[in-house]
């Protein structure tokens, strides 16, 4: 993102600027932003239900008329990864990062110090839970102070057990549909899954944003850590070493009798551009997001940053570059996935998806039942 700025102030007539935030402390600092002046010009979201509350707001530009004009812009990408900020049939979005869908990240020399291989079913998964907890190390790192990073296990465990349609028709209509069987079952599944001792004692006091459980897998302290593929440029800048040598990943395991695809997976299709709708620089701002997303210049500093491009050419362009495999697998993934369904607290609106995580963070701490839970959660408007 720097190189392109400095790339579009250097070639053309405006001057742009990159200010950057953690997660959450830009979460916050949008929702404030967007409608007054200090609004930005351009801003990063991801799509679905935190993109359309801007819209109904009035405050995103449509790209339409921009991508008319260059349609190879819009052929570029994967329809799939589009569709997520594309609203009442309208594109008011770009992707601008990597596909992100969710894995397990595993320490390969951990893993062979106890004998052990990846799992590929759910009771492999818990035989390893066991197994590293007898040799002192925490099974699986979780930064449990952000409730997003649980709400990972909600959303595999409720598409392994009753398939992608349970969470659809959750983000169509709310409600009841909050209240259905495999809902509850899935949230047991994540409340037996922290009491079993997955993830440890501590798990409540350790933060993703400063990178505390990557940091937890890449010095053997946890054996597995469950994340966006955004973890891996992550450890080649932290961990360089540990990732090049003993970085492992595999998919969200199947469980026995399931509704969902073994390929099924959640996560974010992407991160997407947007323009303000009342940018005093709007036409610079469109400019920059559509001569930009889908440039090779752009599109190469994603690959040598560690990510895995949304465009439909990506697999030629990932071939001899650096983290072929684990980019060329990250590719094979998206592109073969039954299903790619978006992280549920980007799917509906900001005030559900605060009560969402908030919920889910009693839920693991074993505060609140799997049935309180969802009868909560049905109440949400």
């Known amino acids: 993102m720097k190189a392109s700025v400095d790339r579009f102030s250097k070639d053309g007539d405006t001057k742009a600027t990159l200010s950057t935030y953690i997660n959450d402390a830009y979460k916050q600092k ?20 935190n993109l359309d509350q801007f819209v109904k707001a009035g405050q995103v530009e449509s790209l339409d008329a921009a991508l008319a004009k260059k349609p190879e812009v819009k052929d570029a990408f994967l329809p799939s990864v589009l569709e997520t900020a594309n609203l009442d049939g309208k594109q008011y979005g770009l992707p601008m990062t990597g596909t992100q869908p969710v894995i397990f990240f595993y320490n390969k020399a951990v893993f062979a110090a106890a004998g052990a291989q990846p799992p590929t079913t759910y009771d492999d998964l818990l035989k390893l839970v066991d197994l590293f907890k007898s040799k002192k190390v925490t099974p699986i790192a979780l930064p449990g102070s952000q409730g997003w990073t649980e709400l990972m296990y909600a959303e595999y465990f409720l598409d392994r057990i ?3 349609e349970k969470w659809e028709a959750i983000a169509k209509s709310g409600g009841a549909a909050w ?16 009491k079993k001792g997955a993830f440890g004692t501590n798990f409540a006091s350790i933060n993703y944003d400063n990178a505390g459980a990557g940091k937890l897998l890449a010095t ?14 992550t450890q080649l800048t932290n961990n360089p070493a540990f990732a090049k040598k003993d970085l492992g990943w595999f998919q969200f395991p199947s469980l026995p009798g399931g509704k969902g695809e073994p390929g099924n997976l959640v996560g974010n299709p992407s991160n997407y551009f947007s323009v303000n709708a009342s940018s005093k620089n709007k036409e610079a701002a469109v400019d920059y997001v559509v001569d930009t997303v889908s440039s090779d210049a752009y599109i190469d500093d994603l690959i040598k940053s560690g990510a895995v491009p949304a465009t439909k050419n990506a697999e030629s362009k990932l071939a001899g570059k650096p983290n072929a495999e684990f980019n060329g697998d990250v590719f094979k993934m998206v592109s073969t996935a039954p299903s790619f369904a978006q992280s549920w607290d980007q799917a509906v609106a900001p005030d559900i998806a605060k009560r969402l995580l908030d919920n889910l963070q009693k839920l693991f701490l074993q505060k609140i039942t799997p049935k309180a839970f969802v009868d909560d959660m049905a109440q949400a408007k």
Do not use: H
């Open 30 to 49: 949008i929702q404030v932003a967007m409608g007054s002046p200090n609004a930005p010009d351009v801003f990063y979201n991801w799509g679905g239900g």
């Open 162 to 164: 009753g398939g992608p």
């Open 179 to 194: 209240q259905d069987p495999a809902v509850v079952q899935a949230l047991q599944y994540c409340q037996d899954l922290a």
């Open 220 to 233: 053997g302290k946890s054996a597995m850590f469950l994340m966006g593929t955004w973890e891996y440029p």
